[in-house]
């Protein structure tokens, strides 16, 4: 069975500090892909990223950046100089290749307060 | 192009009520699914279908029926509502399953009472 575990429930931070949201994930398979999803306030899902297991570059979009370590089983998410727009709850998620009645397999969300 | 769209936006039941939670998208997906979303639960899937005719169980399937008569729509039906039933449901739709992002319809917040 497949896991996500996002160990830090709420985060609050003050505007322009960098944060990390970490992200452990489960899994047997060995072609899976694991995503993170953002929902600010007015609760809609609005996808950031997806990586496959086989390709553990980290990435970088702006003020955002992605840490990928098969060895740890770890998929952690950094904003730099954070934004009070960036208040939401975060979302790691993990597929396996068929998908099927596991379907996403989500973590149980972050909190992420940016206080002004 | 308006993605994934939800009907009602929200919804007060009382016990033993059902409903038919409306999901459409326009994007000729062929994947398409239901999640629900209780307080510090993450995301849960309900059903999905890989296609027009077939359905599957996600992981909490109990108390809610799926359809997909068509490419484009995936109703929920709740067919005796229970509280237990209370939370935000989102519909979401992709190309596939596994490696495709899922686009993610606005929610609904049912309540039964």
């Known amino acids: 069975a497949q896991k996500v575990t996002q160990a830090q429930t709420e985060i609050s931070v003050v505007e322009k500090e960098d944060v990390t949201l970490d992200c452990v994930y489960e899994t047997r398979d060995t072609t899976y892909y694991l995503f993170w999803y953002k929902q600010p306030p007015s609760g809609e899902l609005v996808f950031l990223i997806r990586r496959n297991s086989f390709d553990e570059q980290n990435e970088i979009s702006g003020r955002y950046s992605w840490n990928f370590q098969k060895s740890t089983s770890s998929f952690n998410f950094t904003i730099t100089a954070s934004q009070v727009v960036d208040s939401a709850v975060y979302f790691c998620?993990?597929?396996?290749?068929?998908?099927?009645?596991?379907?996403?397999?989500f973590g149980k969300g972050t909190h992420l307060i940016i206080q002004p | 192009n308006a993605g994934v769209t939800q009907t009602p936006k929200f919804q007060v039941l009382k016990t033993g009520q059902s409903m038919t939670l409306q999901c459409a998208q326009d994007m000729n997906h062929e994947y398409m699914s239901w999640y629900r979303q209780d307080p510090g639960m993450g995301l849960r899937l309900i059903h999905y279908?890989?296609?027009?005719?077939i359905t599957d169980q996600g992981e909490v399937p109990n108390g809610y029926n799926v359809s997909r008569s068509t490419t484009e729509d995936f109703p929920l039906r709740l067919l005796s509502a229970a509280p237990s039933q209370t939370s935000v449901y989102f519909c979401?739709?992709?190309w596939g399953q596994g490696a495709y992002e899922q686009y993610f319809g606005p929610g609904t917040r049912l309540t039964v009472t």
């Open positions: 998620a993990l597929t396996d290749s068929g998908g099927g009645a596991d379907g996403l397999t």
């Open positions: 979401a739709s992709s």
């Open positions: 279908s890989v296609g027009a005719g």
